[in-house]
């Protein structure tokens, strides 16, 4: 039987703390989004928002807003734009934010 290279060996160890270390901060990010968002996504704000969410995921989303300040927030600000689009349009224009532009 051929024997492997230490560094064979060397890249198999460095490619498996890798994917450690990666599959740990994916964990990592999926909690912070559950502590924060509640598990409510950004289609579901969005469908909830423009009023064609289920009734389930509307209950799923009202919960959610009680709970999770981020959720109210989001909801806030996507009825407001979506109530007078013009008056977000009109403050990215004055904060030099427009749209298209790439910094």
Known sequence: MEEKPKEADNAQHSDDATIRRFAKEVAADVDYEKRTWGGID????AAYASGVCTDEEKV???EAM???????ESIEVAQS???D???WTDRA????DKPGRNP
């Open 66 to 72: 009680k709970r999770y300040p981020a959720v109210r």
């Open 93 to 96: 224009d004055r904060s030099g």
């Open 81 to 83: 734009m979506m109530a």
């Open 60 to 62: 799923k989303v009202e």
């Open 42 to 45: 950004e289609n579901l704000l």
């Open 85 to 87: 689009p013009r008056s």
